[in-house]
């Protein structure tokens, strides 16, 4: 097993992976940007190196920074947790030319699954189902009229070098394409660099159903059943859970068994995940594959009582998986919410300011991967995920209240954040009775994500009680405007 690892990551992600390491008896050591010496996973650290101002780009992004780190250092791993470097194929070669281990799969396949429309081709080949559209990306408006017109709207527009919903663009007919494929483009090249768009059939209200798979050296390649993940806001998904509520045992053994093929037919190293979209008649499709640890990891660890990062330590040292499929049993439901500083009044824009009064939940079945501490200054740099809280109870609705008394137990000053959404979501019955799919906060449903005072009078039937409790808040929230972080709390109450 490793020494020394290090953690190339910030936030509650550095925290979770440090948990991990401590418990294997490994010293954690983290890097740190000018913006974070006061954080968490700074002072949870065995060793804190800093790497640079608070930009992404000068710090966290800084290859050679990170290179010269683990040589100055000793580190024998590197940790890369999500987002920044984790998918990067060029990080991963030179971590590799130094010596040292990653913590991942090979940058091989990380630089295939990171390519969409490569992905789509090889995946296809596979036998797996690939949601319908191009596996190519598109050459010109003639092509794009007329491949448009065969596929049929309501289409996606997609970055094929694409993440995080940068360059996606959804278009419902021929007036709106040319310009859409324009917009699409420009916003892509802006994000990665790279201009290559290829087009999806849009699926009507699926749900967004993803596959846990670990592999290790010894070529044993394993699934930890789905997670769904159909909450989203603007693509990027707020609320997960697992087991599914929308497949069943058929369904699932289908679907994890397309997932398992994905992995060997691409040779996988280490966690990663399959996404899918599960349409309305149970056909699911092939969206992408995630080649690293993700943030609804936690949901999968309740269910199943496996520590996934603590797997992927021990099969990057060359362990083989610590047990058989058929060992693997799920139990009980799952349920994470992102907790985000953003305003939900003014559109959910980022909110910055410096934390007091934390106060975490302490309930039995409530798990808590927390990024932030009293005296922390959360800036616009990074993104806004401050926590996730994880329920897990035996059923999903006995999983869903006790999540509803987590957030409701949950305090802090400083910062304004996402709660309340999370709050009308699992309060509402098209959650409770798993009839959302992944439009569910944009169609019919959008002013949930809606706090103004309008839409709050508009929507009185459907949510009169969290209504006057969100105004409350709002009432304690305002003066932070001003900058007196002292009023600005977010409080446990119990007038839900
Ligand atoms: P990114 O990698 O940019 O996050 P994904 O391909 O993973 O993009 O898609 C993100 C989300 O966008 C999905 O979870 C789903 O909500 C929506 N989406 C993507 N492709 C489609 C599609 N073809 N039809 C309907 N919704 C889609």
Redesign the pocket.
């Known amino acids: 097993m490793f020494k020394k690892i290090l953690i190339a990551n910030r936030g509650e992600i550095a925290v979770r992976i440090i948990n991990a390491c401590k418990e294997l008896g490994i010293k954690a050591c983290v890097i740190y940007s000018e913006a974070d010496k006061d954080s968490l996973h700074v002072l949870k650290s065995d060793e804190a190196y800093y790497i640079g101002p608070a930009p992404a780009r000068e710090s966290y992004l800084n290859i050679d920074k990170i290179i010269d780190t683990v040589k100055k250092n000793k580190i024998e791993a590197v940790h890369p947790g999500y987002g920044f470097l984790a998918e990067n194929a060029r990080f991963i070669k030179r971590i590799e030319s130094e010596g040292v281990t990653f913590i991942g799969p090979p940058a091989a396949v990380v630089e295939l699954m990171g390519e ?1 429309t490569a992905a789509r081709r090889f995946v296809q080949e596979a036998g797996v189902p690939i ?1 319908p ?1 191009t596996t190519q990306s598109i050459k010109n408006n003639k092509q794009l009229k007329e491949i448009a017109s065969e596929i049929g709207f309501p289409i ?1 527009l ?2 094929a070098a ?7 663009r959804i278009v419902r007919n021929a007036e709106e394409l040319e310009e859409s494929f324009e917009r699409a483009g420009s916003e892509s090249l802006k994000a990665f660099g790279d201009d290559r768009i290829y087009i ?4 009507v209200n ?1 749900k ?1 159903i993803e596959v846990q798979v670990l592999s290790d050296k010894q070529g044993n390649h394993l699934h930890l059943f789905e997670r769904e ?1 159909s909450i ?1 806001r603007r ?3 707020i609320i997960e859970e697992a087991p599914s509520s929308s497949i069943n045992e058929k369904l699932r053994e289908r679907i994890t068994t397309a997932a398992i093929s994905i992995t060997k037919a691409c040779n996988y190293l280490n966690a990663g995940t399959i ?1 899918m ?1 599960l349409d309305e008649n149970n056909n699911f499709y092939f ?2 594959m995630n080649t690293r640890l993700q943030v609804e990891h936690p949901v999968t660890e309740l269910i199943t009582g496996v520590d996934i990062v603590k797997e992927q330590i021990s099969i990057a040292a060359g362990n083989p998986i610590s047990f058989r499929q058929s060992e693997l049993k799920m139990s009980g439901c799952a349920v994470e919410c992102r907790i985000n500083a953003e305003d939900p009044h003014e559109n959910f824009l980022p909110s910055t300011g410096t934390i007091s009064d934390l106060t975490l939940p302490n309930i039995p079945g409530i798990r808590i991967d927390n990024g932030i501490r009293n005296g922390y200054t959360i800036t616009s740099v990074y993104d806004s995920l401050m926590m996730k809280v994880i329920s897990w109870d035996k059923s999903r609705s006995d999983s869903i209240k006790k999540m509803q008394y987590a957030l409701k137990n949950l305090s802090l000053s400083g910062i304004i954040c996402n709660i309340p959404l999370h709050l009308r979501v699992l309060n509402s019955d098209e959650f409770i009775l798993s009839r959302h799919s ?1 439009n569910f906060l944009e169609g019919a449903y959008d002013h949930l994500t809606s706090f103004s005072e309008v839409s709050e009078g508009k929507n009185v039937a459907a949510s009169a009680i969290l209504g006057a409790y969100i105004k409350y808040q709002r009432s304690k929230l305002a003066p932070s405007k001003i900058g007196n972080n002292d009023q600005n709390k977010w409080t446990n109450s119990d007038e839900l």
Do not use: F, R, S, W
């Not at 694409?162 to 996606?168: C, D």
């Not at 999806?200 to 699926?203: A, H, T």
């Open positions: 969409k949601v559209g996606i997609k970055a694409g993440g995080g919903g940068k360059g996606m999806e059939k849009y699926i699926p967004h993940c989203q693509h990027q998904k996404e979209l969206l992408e992944i």
